[in-house]
């Protein structure tokens, strides 16, 4: 008896605490876009390039998120520069309609490094880790 009211007692406590503080240090209350969650790109990388363009884009804003954290070296915004730049050359072909698997390739390295090296909170490495298995997907179906 005495063990369910102290898991009752932790648990209105837990509750209370997260309705009263939230998703403190992150803009509009939650991870930075408020409509984040309900972006739905699809895993069909059969569909049309725009499908593979969605998440490439939805990989450019989290990027950019993860580049506004503090690091603490100049290596960590570089590794940011080089991954934003091997993505805007694979939209800009996405966009003309063609494939570029080279660029591919270089992004997901670059996004790995990323990952591996980088000084990021959780939400930031779990966006990211969810881009990079949705480009790791494009690259197996496209093969």
Do not use: W
Not at 69 to 82: S, V
Not at 88 to 100: A, H, K, Q, Y
Request: glycine content about 12%; overall charge positive; aromatic content about 6%.
């Amino acid at each position: 008896m005495r063990r369910h009211k102290c898991a009752a007692v932790c648990l209105l406590t837990l509750l209370a605490g997260s309705t009263a503080f939230g998703f403190q240090g992150y803009p509009n209350g939650g991870y930075p876009n408020p409509g984040y969650p309900v972006q739905d790109y699809g895993n069909s990388y059969g569909a049309p390039l725009g499908q593979l363009r969605g998440v490439v884009n939805r990989t450019q804003n989290d990027l950019r998120y993860a580049a506004g954290l503090p690091t603490r070296n100049g290596k960590g915004r570089e590794r940011i520069a080089e991954a934003e730049g091997h993505l805007s050359s694979l939209d800009r072909r996405l966009s003309e309609g063609r494939m570029n698997r080279s660029e591919l390739n270089k992004s997901i390295d670059k996004l790995r490094a990323i990952l591996h090296k980088n000084v990021l909170d959780g939400m930031s490495r779990n966006a990211l880790q969810r881009d990079l298995d949705e480009l790791l997907l494009a690259r197996e179906y496209r093969s």
